[in-house]
C-alpha cells in the first residue's frame, strides 16, 4: 500500500476523499488532472481495496475504506515497533 499511495496523484486522490464520497468530476475539477487519469487512478486504489465504489444514478461515488487504512496504519505500526525493539540484534554472517 505504500507503494501505491507513493505516488502523488494517488495521494491526492486519497487525500480529497478523505473529506467525503466524491465522484470523478469532483476529483477532476479538485485536483485539476484529466478524467482518464483519474479513473485509472481509481481502478489502482479500488484493486487495492483502498477505495470503495458506490453507484448513484448516472454517477459512481468513491469513498475510502477505513478498514483496508487502519489495517495498513497498524501494520506499519507494527513493523516500526519490531524495528525499534531488534535494531541493535545483528545476525552473525
Do not use: W
Not at 31 to 48: D, F
Not at 69 to 85: C, K, N, S
Amino acid at each position: 500500500m505504500v507503494r501505491l499511495l507513493a505516488d502523488p496523484a494517488r495521494a491526492a486522490i486519497v487525500d480529497a476523499l478523505a473529506a467525503g464520497p466524491a465522484c470523478t468530476c469532483h476529483l477532476v475539477d479538485d485536483l485539476g488532472l484529466t478524467q482518464p487519469n483519474i479513473s485509472n487512478h481509481l481502478r489502482a486504489l479500488r484493486h487495492a481495496g483502498v477505495v470503495k465504489a458506490e453507484p448513484y444514478g448516472r454517477y459512481t461515488y468513491y469513498h475510502l475504506n477505513a478498514d483496508a487504512l487502519e489495517a495498513a496504519a497498524a501494520h506499519l505500526t507494527d513493523l516500526a515497533a519490531r524495528a525499534r525493539a531488534s535494531s541493535g540484534n545483528r545476525r552473525e554472517c
